[in-house]
């Protein structure tokens, strides 16, 4: 954190590159969970150059350690919102990056995706295939 000290003071706590995804947090009992959010016009699905490299490494990481992590995407033509597994989004990227520049690798079809949808007044209710996955024994699926 080099400029970020002034002695022993700190004179600026903010982080010099990107490290995390949108939101990190704790549902539930203690469910440790990390997002990101995604917009696209695209009806086939999510284009892989939405997502950058620090947010693969950090969903990596997050999973290794019991993190369920994802992305919200919504499809804006489509005026849906879906949720898609972080497992689901490495192994996409992971094929996209050993196909650079060949046609149909460079997105996460929609066949894929969890549609998320309002329940009770919850605009984006993403927690609901969660728990039911995990009640469902499928915590890895993250």
Known sequence: MEG?????QIVSAFPEGKSTLDFRGTVKPSIPVSFDCKETKDERGLPLANVLEHQIDY??????????????????????????????????????????????????????MIEVKSRNGILIDYLTPILRRLNDGNEKVY
């Open 4 to 8: 970020n000290w002034k002695g022993k």
């Open 59 to 112: 969903m990596r990481n997050a999973i290794d350690v019991g993190e369920i992590s994802f992305i919200l995407c919504y499809i804006t033509t489509l005026d849906k919102r879906y949720l898609i597994p972080g497992a689901t989004v490495i192994k996409y990227w992971d094929r996209w990056q050993e196909n650079k520049g060949k046609r149909g690798y460079n997105f996460i079809p929609l066949d894929e």
